[in-house]
């Protein structure tokens, strides 16, 4: 097949949503259809769930889980799908927007019964950063859920984006008797408790028909007034505003039950993007371009400690991946081959030739690769839009076997550079702070430092709740500002300033004080944030 033909069959999205609400069941859903996996509960959550102070067995455990569920690979009507997992825990918030920025689309699951989440809130603010077109599927209709109008509303609110029902729901709770899907004017019955493919079609040619009253009773007035309404009030669907982030069209159903999925599936297919161009730091990136160009958005340790290999994983942007051809890692400067590189069809670790945008494959690795770095077939490019952010939990780590130093700085740098956790030092190396989006991740840290690279250390907790990366145009006041704020001054990994604030409150009267330095949220520098206050990000809600 042609690259293009590669490229047009392809459609690799995420699915998020606040724990709970439903997205294991989903993605195992939609692994059954597409012959993925063959039966229900196959599809491991990758929860953590946090029992008393911190449960090692079961982080190792899910760690297991979350390399092998990294990515699902399944074909449906011609369609090659890759589904991303994004950890569903908070404190792994990270972990899930660096997912983010390696998908073309995103499902959004909302359960019904509790609306829109906090955790649901942010995930769509890195979408909308991203203008990352997204689908909503609203669940657990088969609960006493909360009104669909008022679910609706909810949505159009809280997520600050443009909503536009493409279905809708015929009672709920143990009254739920179907979706009517307003775009194909399909009713579907609702069945309870079939967990196969399986489903009832009735076709009405307009809402009057009699036979509707027949199979929904009461209901079908309801149905009635509640099309008109949203005929009413909604412009048509316009698959042109879903592509450019501006509408998401919404489904409701129910996972468990597998209902509402695959009109889900369906739609999904017909308007979601093919792989999409992307931005790095010199130009634009177009999937079609003949030379091959990809970046790694996550890297994840073996999990035998007597094994230091990792898997990092890669997003192909452009052209085609070919195992055994000399790629140019940018950061490093210098030509790399692999000889293993792995594709993850229907769960299924599979050494792959080649592979096209769109595609995540891993690739074994020794030690050579952060986060963000690029490979290409020669041009100096690196993509954007995979920043850290700031975190808002900080720790000292200090060493408490000197002989076993070098253990620490080695388990350090590898885990800062999976990602686990930001690393910021100051006093020339000597004082290092890890900072992180939640508590686990410390309990992590530590564990993996003292069972992994045999170090040995603890750690102090620090007052501070934000990193800000500071520059400025002129270079005299950064030296100002670091005269009267060495303490709370830093490095990140990469040498860039960073100022550590206790509070939202401090930043602010510090961010007043000195106008002349810019504080940045995200090391990304260049982004649309700057001195004007707080960044997009931040005037969105916080982080
Ligand atoms: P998550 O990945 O988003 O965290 O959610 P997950 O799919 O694990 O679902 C969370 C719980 O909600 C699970 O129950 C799951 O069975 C249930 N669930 C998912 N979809 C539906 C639905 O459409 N209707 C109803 N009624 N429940 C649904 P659990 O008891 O926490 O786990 P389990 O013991 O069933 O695995």
């Not at 699951?109 to 689908?135: A, F, H, N, Y």
């Not at 690795?365 to 986060?371: E, H, L, V, W």
């Not at 990602?419 to 993996?448: E, K, P």
């Amino acid at each position: 097949m042609s690259l293009n033909g590669e490229i047009q069959r392809r459609r690799t999205f995420a699915i998020i949503s606040h724990p709970d609400a439903g997205k294991t069941t989903l993605t195992e859903k939609l692994l059954l259809f597409g012959g993925g996996i063959r039966q229900a509960g196959a599809v491991k959550s990758n929860k953590i769930r946090r029992t008393t102070t911190s449960d090692f067995m079961e982080i190792e455990r899910q760690r297991g889980i979350s390399v092998s569920t990294a990515v699902m690979s399944f074909e449906y009507g011609g369609r090659l799908i890759n589904i991303l997992d994004t950890p569903g825990h908070k404190d792994f918030a990270e972990d899930t927007y660096r997912t983010l920025t390696a998908v073309d689309s995103v499902i959004l699951v909302v359960d019904s019964v509790k609306g829109v989440e906090e955790q649901t809130e942010k995930l769509m603010k890195v979408c909308r950063l991203r203008r990352t077109p997204v689908i909503v599927f609203i669940n657990k209709l088969d609960r006493e859920g909360k009104r669909p109008l008022e679910l609706i509303d909810e949505l159009d609110n809280k997520l600050n984006i443009k909503v536009r029902p493409l279905s809708w729901p015929v009672g709920s709770g143990s009254d739920f008797k179907g979706v009517y899907n307003l775009h194909d004017r399909n009713l579907y019955l609702f069945h309870p408790g079939k967990t196969v493919v399986e489903r009832e079609r009735r076709l009405f040619e307009n809402l009057d028909d009699p036979l509707l009253d027949t199979a929904l009773g009461r209901e079908a007035t309801r149905l009635r007034e509640a099309v008109e309404l949203i005929e009413g009030v909604y412009e048509p669907f316009s698959p042109a505003e879903y592509l450019a982030g501006r509408v998401a069209p919404v489904f409701f159903g129910s996972a468990l039950n597998n209902f509402g999925v695959r009109e889900l599936l369906e739609t999904f297919l017909r308007i979601a993007p093919p792989p999409v161009e992307r931005k790095a730091d010199k130009r634009r990136v177009a999937p079609h371009e003949e030379h091959f160009s990809g970046f790694v958005f996550k890297i994840h340790a073996n999990l035998d400690p007597r094994h230091r290999d990792r898997i990092a994983f890669l997003r192909v942007c452009s052209g085609r991946f070919q195992r055994y051809k000399p790629f140019r890692h940018v950061r490093l400067g210098k030509h790399v081959r692999f000889s293993t590189a792995y594709s993850f069809m229907a769960r299924e670790k599979n050494m792959v030739e080649e592979a096209y945008p769109g595609d995540v494959i891993g690739l074994y690795d020794r030690g050579d690769f952060k986060i963000g770095d690029t490979l290409t077939e020669g041009e100096e490019l690196t993509f954007h839009g995979i920043p850290n952010f700031s975190p808002e939990l900080f720790k000292e780590v200090v060493n408490t076997d000197p002989l076993r130093h070098k253990q620490l700085d080695s388990g350090i740098r590898q885990l800062t550079e999976e990602g686990v956790a930001q690393l910021f030092v100051q006093n020339s190396g000597r004082r290092r702070i890890v900072g992180a989006v939640g508590a686990l991740q410390f309990d992590i840290i530590q564990h993996r430092l003292v069972h992994e690279y045999g170090a040995a250390c603890r750690m102090e907790t620090l007052p501070y709740a934000r990193a800000c990366w500071i520059t400025s145009r002129e270079p005299a006041a950064i030296t100002r500002f670091r005269r009267f704020n060495e303490a709370e001054i830093a490095t990140d990994r990469e040498g860039k300033l960073v100022y550590l604030a206790e509070s939202e409150w401090s930043l602010r009267g510090v961010m007043e004080r000195y106008p002349e330095v810019d504080f940045h949220f995200t090391s990304e520098l260049d982004g649309s944030e700057g001195r004007t206050g707080l960044p997009q990000w931040q005037a969105a809600g916080g982080r």
